[in-house]
Nanobody, 128 residues
Framework: QVQLVESGGGLVQAGGSLRLSCTAS????????MGWFRQAPGKEREFLTA????????LYTDSVKGRFFIFRDNAKKTVDLQMNSLKPEDTAIYYC?????????????????????WGRGTQVTVSS
């Protein structure tokens, strides 16, 4: 069965960095677009970033552009999110997402409906 397992969350001070990792199984990772979303308490789940099947195309939402970076390793079936210059407003549960439809060149953000598979999430808390 499809599994996406996130790791690397935790508590960090403002200005610090964290690297999240998502390990995939149960589907053909190399032909699947991968992304990250987050959901803060009382808010909607929001798109952060996505990466194409070969890693050649990425897209970031404005709030994380220049601070967050997405990477994938098709051999290891992992997608990482490097988060730098963290702010208290980055506090949220971070979710790994897989899309079998949004796989190649991205010009628009993913909606939640674009992702067919989700991880269970990992908590990131940024203290001020």
């Amino acid at each position: 069965q499809v599994q996406l397992v996130e790791s690397g969350g935790g508590l960090v001070q403002a200005g610090g960095s964290l690297r999240l990792s998502c390990t995939a199984s149960g589907f053909t990772f190399s032909t699947t677009g991968m992304g990250w979303f987050r959901q803060a308490p009382g808010k909607e789940r929001e798109f952060l970033t996505a990466i194409s099947t070969n890693g050649g195309s990425t897209l970031y939402t404005d709030s994380v552009k220049g601070r967050f970076f997405i990477f994938r390793d098709n051999a290891k079936k992992t997608v990482d999110l490097q988060m730098n210059s963290l702010k208290p407003e980055d506090t949220a549960i971070y979710y790994c997402a897989a899309s079998h439809t949004r796989t190649y060149y991205f010009t628009t953000a993913w909606s939640k409906d674009d992702a067919q598979d989700w991880g269970r999430g990992t908590q990131v808390t940024v203290s001020s």
